[in-house]
């Protein structure tokens, strides 16, 4: 499933697919319709404290769309997912002029009746949970046992929901009554037992290649049956937490296979920016941008085995 160099071409820039119709852009995705079918289109934007930054990731949406390929088929036997297809020969003749640029970064998928809830699944402390546990001891009101610190082991994985925001903004962490208020009771423990088993399943896959998966967020929709499926994009490091196994040591922040060194750039003196401030971030360096491009290769090259061309 490694991706073709020969055939990769720049992302098309949002909305510039004649014959789809583009229903919106989020962060990193760009979201067609396509007859009765959604696409979406990967780009290589990155985003930190909810800015998407003024530069780009070479490749960083073809590794996202190839790795969400290569979870889709080992989870398949778990939950059925949206993907028809990615292949853009396959794709309706309307997009035939676009298969170069779609080769590699794009799905074709269902349009399902989304489920406005990000589903996370917890295994070790850190984050935002890692926030709230120190304050009270809690993550989403769920209690956790004393002396946990950055990087602890959870006993069992837990099911820590959040409600999606607009683009800019937080999601906001919620109970499970919340979810239980507004999706029912059915789906809310469907989309808590979902969440927990595949996680739970990846979870065991990524450990097996020497890889932690601390935690990780899912969305799921509806087919028109009521059948729960999982969509958009899966156990990526944009919204997975992969630490390399053999650097785990609880206590403090964990090396991890994503923008961290973004984050850290735009942080540091050097940057000369202020993440509270109004102002846009600056331009990324160059070595950040190799950096942060190389961990994402190593992510996608260490789980699937693959070599990323």
Not at 275 to 283: L, N, R, T
Request: aromatic fraction near 8%.
């Amino acid at each position: 499933m490694a991706a073709d160099a020969a055939s990769a071409s720049p992302p098309p820039a949002a909305g510039a697919l004649a014959g789809a119709i583009h229903l919106g852009s989020g962060k990193i995705r760009d979201l067609y319709a396509v007859g009765d079918r959604l696409l979406l289109v990967a780009s290589d934007r990155i985003s930190a404290f909810d800015h998407v930054l003024e530069t780009p990731i070479p490749d960083k949406g073809r590794i996202l769309t190839q790795l969400s390929l290569w979870w889709f088929e080992r989870l398949a036997h778990l939950v059925p997912n949206h993907l028809i297809s990615a292949d853009p020969a396959l794709y309706p003749a309307e997009l035939a002029a676009h298969a170069r640029e779609l080769r590699g970064r794009s799905m074709l998928c269902e349009r399902l009746d989304m489920l406005l809830i990000e589903c996370v699944a917890r295994g070790y402390l850190t984050g935002s949970g890692l926030a709230e546990y120190r304050l009270s001891g809690t993550v989403c009101g769920l209690p956790l046992p004393e002396g946990l610190v950055d990087g602890s082991r959870l006993d069992g994985p837990v099911f820590t929901p959040a409600a999606k925001a607009e683009l800019g903004e937080h999601d906001e962490n919620i109970g499970f009554d919340e979810v239980v208020r507004r999706t029912g009771v059915g789906v809310a423990q469907a989309l808590r037992r979902l969440t927990l088993t595949v996680y739970s399943a990846a979870r065991d896959i990524a450990l097996e290649r020497g890889i932690i998966l601390a935690d990780t967020k899912f969305e799921f929709g509806r087919r028109a049956d009521g059948t729960i499926v999982l969509a958009d994009e899966v156990l990526t490091p944009d919204s997975s937490r992969f630490w390399p196994a053999e650097q785990w040591q609880p206590g403090r922040a964990q090396p991890s296979f994503d923008k961290q060194y973004v984050r850290d750039w735009l942080t540091s003196p050097e940057s000369g920016w202020d993440p509270k401030s109004d102002q846009a971030p600056p331009p990324l360096p160059d070595e950040v941008v190799e950096r942060t491009r190389s961990r994402y290769v190593e992510a996608y090259e260490r789980l699937t085995g693959q070599t990323f061309q």
